[in-house]
């Protein structure tokens, strides 16, 4: 009986370690991963990778330069998640945010909570920094131009299987006179079998 129990609990022990134990596989970061079917950082790159392409393929911004013999600014506004996923947004525009700087050719001016933190640093400087080098109020960059956004999902499905459809559009609005001046897409469709 005592070897039956010490048999018992040897397996059980086994069970436990097997079932707790995982492993890990550093893959490159470009590497398309779908495991669940839901939004992953692969849509989020091809995401970005489209708007950078449509954004700097379009004329607006040659456009713009010539006529006010200036670049354009651009702040980002809203990215309005209506899919029925949660979406941070916040990954695709920020790899597009890094492609605007670094192609020169637009410039970007940072927007909400950023810019609060930025502005309550200038005040706290007005008060604790020395005069010389206490930057001052009024001399912010002001946008010529605000991007805002939407994701949405269409999700049909039957028996074991489902489609998943995303469609992520961006676009840029003159802020003087609310024109819109570029659109961007970004079509996705998924077959899921569960």
Not at 15 to 43: A, E, F, M, Y
Not at 168 to 183: C, F, G, K, S, Y
């Amino acid at each position: 009986m005592k070897s039956f129990a010490k048999y018992c609990l040897v397996a059980l022990l086994a069970t436990i370690t097997l079932g707790c134990s995982h492993s890990v596989k550093r893959v490159d970061p470009s590497t398309q991963t779908d495991l669940s079917g839901r939004w992953n950082d692969t849509d989020s790159r091809l995401t970005a990778e489209a708007m950078i392409e449509q954004m700097f393929g379009n004329k607006w911004a040659v456009a713009f330069e010539q006529k006010h013999q200036k670049k354009p600014v651009i702040v980002v506004g809203l990215i309005n998640n209506k899919s029925h996923e949660h979406i941070n947004t916040e990954t695709f525009i920020k790899d597009l945010e890094k492609a605007i700087v670094n192609n020169g050719s637009i410039r970007l001016v940072q927007a909400g909570e950023k810019r609060e933190e930025l502005r309550r640093e200038r005040a706290g400087q007005q008060e604790f920094a020395s005069p010389e080098t206490a930057k001052k109020w009024g001399r912010e960059l002001g946008a010529d131009f605000m991007m805002q956004g939407t994701v949405n999902s269409i999700v049909d499905g039957y028996k074991r299987d489902q489609a998943v459809y995303y469609q992520i559009d961006l676009e840029l609005a003159n802020i003087e006179t609310t024109e819109i001046v570029w659109i961007g897409d970004k079509k996705i469709k998924k077959m899921i079998r569960n």
